[in-house]
């Protein structure tokens, strides 16, 4: 589907904030502090063959990992990749929940969850 990358940004911003939102208040306050990006497509990522079918990415530490001298740490990013989200669904519906899933799955990642994990949620 063909969307604006204006449009998709204000998406993943509305869609972000519902996803934050509706989490457990104790996961909500940890969840605030993560910034959302949007690039066009992934990055090459060294030492892994490229692929530009990844939807989103999870930049940073995830809570479980940090220690008592956590501090000072450039804060954690999830970027969603508006050419591959927009190329795999064929209308706004579908390209909302396309974006909400991948939210989803990549705060389970900031929350310390494998991909095996979140696979065996229905998050793969």
Known sequence: MRISRKRFENLVAHTASQVISSLPEELRSHARDVLFA??????RIPGEPYTDDLLGLYEGTPLPQRGVDYAN?????????????GEMAESLPELREEIRMTIIHEL???????EEELEQ???G
């Open 73 to 85: 740490i450039i804060p954690d990013q999830i970027t969603l990749f508006w050419k591959p989200l």
């Open 38 to 43: 949007v690039e066009d497509r992934p990055p």
């Open 108 to 114: 389970g990642h900031f929350f310390g969850f494998t």
């Open 121 to 123: 949620r229905g998050l």
